[in-house]
């Protein structure tokens, strides 16, 4: 089991950035793969970004984007932290959404598991 916190959205005007967190407990957060999703107000639920997890003989982590933040999105994990990020730049009023971040263990694309609250990201032009 683990649950999952997201903090760092607000409200800001179109050009600037934002970094969202999301702090995990109650488990092995290295031994997940790590993802965020919005929805922005009466539309569906998107991907944004996964991370994976820590595998034995991987010196790295994987990442992959969706189409609509490629280039501006930057997802990072701390392990020693348990905490996944989402760095956002050149934000636009169409980055307006409700943020979330999950956890799972089917590889960066999901399906995930266990999904935070969310934190609103309001952003004006």
């Known amino acids: ?8 959205g607000g409200l800001v005007q179109a050009g600037v950035s934002l970094r969202l967190s ?19 107000p009466g539309k569906e639920r998107e991907f944004l970004a996964g991370i994976s997890r820590r595998r034995v003989g991987w010196s790295g982590d994987s990442t992959n984007y969706g189409d609509s933040v490629k280039g501006r999105f930057t997802i990072s994990r701390d392990n020693a932290k348990n905490t996944v990020y989402l760095q956002m730049n050149s934000l636009k009023p169409e980055d307006t959404a409700v943020y979330y971040c999950a956890a799972g263990r089917s590889g960066i694309w999901g399906p995930y598991d266990y999904w935070g609250q969310g934190t609103r990201v309001t952003v004006s032009s």
Do not use: H, I, K, N
């Open 22 to 40: 999301c702090v995990a407990s109650g488990s092995t957060f290295s031994s997940y793969d790590m993802g965020w999703f919005r929805q922005p």
């Open 1 to 8: 089991q683990v649950q999952l916190v997201e903090s760092g």
